[in-house]
């Protein structure tokens, strides 16, 4: 092949492979997102993921109390999930079981949004635990009482939910899993905070940096979206790099 062909076919090579990503990035901005939960919900802050995304946010409700109870969530611009999930079939939906119900409950309440999106991958925002019980729930193995914020919870549920939808995919964010990480780093002197109450901003919520910055990024990679600091811009570059660290055991 002469030099000008050589190089004529690199640049169609190039152009090819710039092409292929800017497709793929347009496929993910053109996915659909929709959220179902409370207030741990909206500590991931979903107006900052990408593509087209909704929520029906309710203030310290489970998941049972806001399928039967939809018409006033505490989130005045939420989309009601009777109307979304009716109107629009969307790619990925997260669902964040809390205090208050059972695992059959959270199977029985899940499983209908499951039918009614047939198509959707469906991500268990697993929430997290009021900090003062945090370790005491994360190690419980007991998952025949109300919820508690425990891998075996999680895992209960998601077993269930695959046995009895096996063709489905779901996921989860693994939010107590990342403050566990936090709390052992903590321990070993590794963390650049004193206590896990330092990422909390009162009993149960993320402060408004730290907390959400690793939530927000959870979320985001359940939801297969690249990891981003829009809207973090001014979080301590130390403290960024540490959270990027305890996010980069997600696997």
């Not at 492979?17 to 919900?41: C, D, Q, R, V």
């Not at 009716?86 to 949004?113: C, F, M, N, R």
């Not at 996921?171 to 936090?182: F, G, M, P, S």
């Amino acid at each position: 092949m002469s030099k000008p062909l050589h190089l004529l076919a690199i640049c169609l090579t190039t152009v090819g492979i710039l092409f292929a990503g800017s497709a793929l990035k347009a496929e993910e901005k053109a996915k659909s997102y929709y959220l179902i939960g409370n207030s741990l919900t909206w500590d991931t802050v979903p107006s900052l993921l990408d593509g087209d995304v909704q929520w029906h946010v309710d203030c310290g409700k489970s998941l049972p109390y806001i399928f039967d109870h939809p018409e006033q969530p505490c989130v005045k611009n939420s989309t009601l999930w009777p109307t979304a999930l009716k109107e629009k079939q969307y790619d990925l939906i997260s669902v964040q079981p809390h205090y208050g119900s059972t695992l059959a409950e959270d199977v029985a309440t899940i499983s209908k949004w499951i039918e009614m999106q047939p198509k959707a991958t469906f991500i268990i925002h697993t929430g997290w635990a009021r900090s003062k019980t945090r370790e005491e729930e994360y190690d419980s193995k007991d998952v025949s009482g109300k919820l508690q914020h425990s891998p075996a919870y999680i895992k209960a549920l998601l077993a269930a939910l695959q046995k009895k939808y096996p063709d489905r995919t779901f996921k989860q964010t693994h939010a107590i899993d990342l403050l566990e990480q936090v709390d052992n780093d903590i321990k070993a002197g590794k963390a650049p905070f004193d206590q896990i109450t330092d990422i909390y901003r009162d009993a149960i919520h993320m402060k408004l940096d730290t907390g959400r910055y690793l939530m927000h990024n959870a979320m985001r990679h359940a939801m297969g979206q690249p990891r981003s600091d829009k809207g973090y811009e001014k979080l301590d570059p130390q403290m960024k790099q540490y959270l990027n660290q305890v996010l980069d055991t997600l696997n």
